[in-house]
């Protein structure tokens, strides 16, 4: 069974980096896949954040481009977001997902609350 | 970069009621859409892929049709578990992009 688990502080400083990792088990990364972050502010509606290819391809949201990255760590088969000079607009529960090249995303992460404020 | 538009943005219905949630495309997407249903607190939950293939152990209430950059969700008579918000998403790249969202209330 695959599952998903996000980690990272929940609680991050205005200006400050978010970071964020998912912790995969029951499938190797390298095997294949994309590995994306979605995140969702509170009462409001989902956003794809970026995806990771097995390979170490990224392709990001172009509204949250300049402030993204995404990496893999295969030897500890997770992945992780970095999310620069956040402000409250970044304040969401932060989700990681697996999704096919063509198929919708089929596992998900139960998601972790990160608030930026001083 | 292709957007997705969903409508109505809210809804209410009496339970049995025939409801329909739309989404279009930007562009031309084939049939690589997904319906998801949220409930407040909870990972969403998918209901449908490739447009209109019922995700198992979905109730049959729940249809999807559409292809190409226009799409719809129905729920051929409401019930109160339905109460959600639903998203379509598109699934043609490595970018899921998600509608903004339809939120079903029972009248």
């Known amino acids: 069974q695959v599952q998903l688990q996000e980690s990272g502080p929940g609680l991050v400083k205005p200006s400050e980096t978010l970071s964020l990792t998912c912790a995969v088990s029951g499938y190797s990364i390298s095997s294949g896949y994309y590995w994306g972050w979605i995140r969702q502010p509170p009462g409001k509606g989902l956003e794809w954040i970026g995806s990771?290819?097995?390979?170490?391809?990224?392709y990001y949201n172009p509204s949250l481009k300049s402030r993204v990255t995404i990496s893999v760590d295969t030897s500890k088969n997770q992945f992780s977001l970095k999310l620069s000079s956040v402000t409250a607009a970044d304040t969401a529960v932060y989700y990681c997902?697996?999704?096919?090249?063509?198929?919708?995303?089929?596992?998900w992460g139960q998601g972790t609350l990160v608030t930026v404020s001083s | 970069d292709i957007q997705m538009t969903q409508s109505p943005s809210s809804l209410s219905a009496s339970v049995g009621d025939r409801v329909t949630i739309t989404c279009r495309a930007s562009?031309?997407?084939?049939?690589?859409l997904a319906w998801y249903q949220q409930k407040p607190g909870k990972v969403p939950k998918l209901l449908i892929y490739a447009a209109s293939t019922l995700q198992s152990g979905v109730p049959s209430r729940f249809s999807g049709s559409g292809s190409g950059t226009d799409f719809t969700l129905t729920i051929s008579s409401l019930q109160p578990e339905d109460v959600a918000t639903y998203y379509c998403?598109?699934?043609?790249?490595?970018?899921?992009?998600f509608g903004q969202g339809t939120k079903v209330e029972i009248k």
């Open positions: 997902a697996r999704k096919g090249s063509s198929t919708s995303p089929d596992y």
């Open positions: 990771i290819y097995h390979s170490g391809s990224t």
């Open positions: 562009q031309g997407i084939s049939n690589y």
């Open positions: 998403q598109k699934y043609n790249s490595a970018l899921g992009t």
